[in-house]
């Protein structure tokens, strides 16, 4: 079986000698790039199968660097790992809107990363054929997701997602009027075991998701908060004294 190649952009050379031997150990196949014009090219020549991706870099900076991995055809649906001294909502919300399926800031566990480059790369070799839809286009009302092209329309407007809205979409699609934890969306989603969950990922994927299928984010008519439980699509909440009533269309 041949070892996953994983190409590590960041320009602290301390950092990266200990990223690409902890990783090697590990048997992955590591590159290696100290700023983001080197590293885009890498990725571009060698095909990498997951990327860490410093934010902060001299000459193209990791959200640059994203934005334009996803822009590319071959490169679009590679999983993407931040890492990031920056720990702001704000700046966790901008990675991942740029394109990232994940955020790590730094310092961070050598174990806990390790736990979650297993867990994208996972989802990347075995979520595509495990869980393929039996339509080619799901819908809603009028939001259409089509899971070949990986395209979503919400009436005559296009939609671009970045990989991991694109499968958070899709398993909403797949499972309508079911109220989706965000302990389960970590686990049937994203592939992430329960030692290893952050809610906080769901939260930042699901709101950027909104911002870009709902006319009002903060009202939004596709998917919907359940106060408590999680998210919904399909379906609505109605507060009744201290009972969530929970009313399918």
Not at 106 to 129: M, V
Not at 190 to 200: I, S, T
Not at 205 to 225: A, G, S, W
Request: glycine content about 6%.
């Amino acid at each position: 079986m041949t070892a996953s190649r994983i190409l590590i952009i960041d320009d602290e050379p301390d950092l990266v000698w200990a990223l690409k031997h902890t990783l090697m150990d590990e048997g992955y196949d590591v590159m290696t790039a100290f700023n983001g014009v080197d590293g885009l090219a890498l990725a571009q020549c060698h095909q990498p199968d997951l990327i860490v991706l410093d934010i902060v870099m001299p000459q193209m900076d990791g959200v640059q660097v994203c934005l334009a991995l996803r822009r590319q055809l071959d490169l679009a649906a590679v999983p993407i790992l931040f890492l990031s001294r920056r720990s702001s909502i704000e700046d966790r919300i901008s990675g991942l809107d740029g394109g990232a399926d994940d955020y790590l800031v730094k310092p961070f566990d050598f174990g806990e990363l390790k736990a979650r480059i297993r867990a994208l790369l996972r989802r990347t070799s075995q979520t595509q054929l495990a869980h393929e839809p039996e339509q080619s286009v799901l819908a809603y009302e009028d939001l259409h997701l089509d899971a070949h092209t990986r395209i979503a329309n919400i009436g005559s407007r296009a939609v671009i997602l970045t990989p991991s809205e694109f499968d958070l979409l899709q398993y909403f699609l797949t499972h309508q009027a079911e109220v989706c934890s965000s302990a389960r969306l970590l686990q049937e989603v994203f592939g992430y075991p329960v030692d290893l969950a952050d809610r906080g990922l769901v939260r930042w994927h699901i709101m950027n998701l909104r911002h870009k299928i709902e006319l009002d984010p903060n009202n939004p008519q596709y998917i919907r908060t359940v106060p408590r439980h999680g998210y919904i699509l399909g379906g609505m909440v109605e507060t009744n004294g201290d009972d969530d009533k929970l009313l399918i269309p």
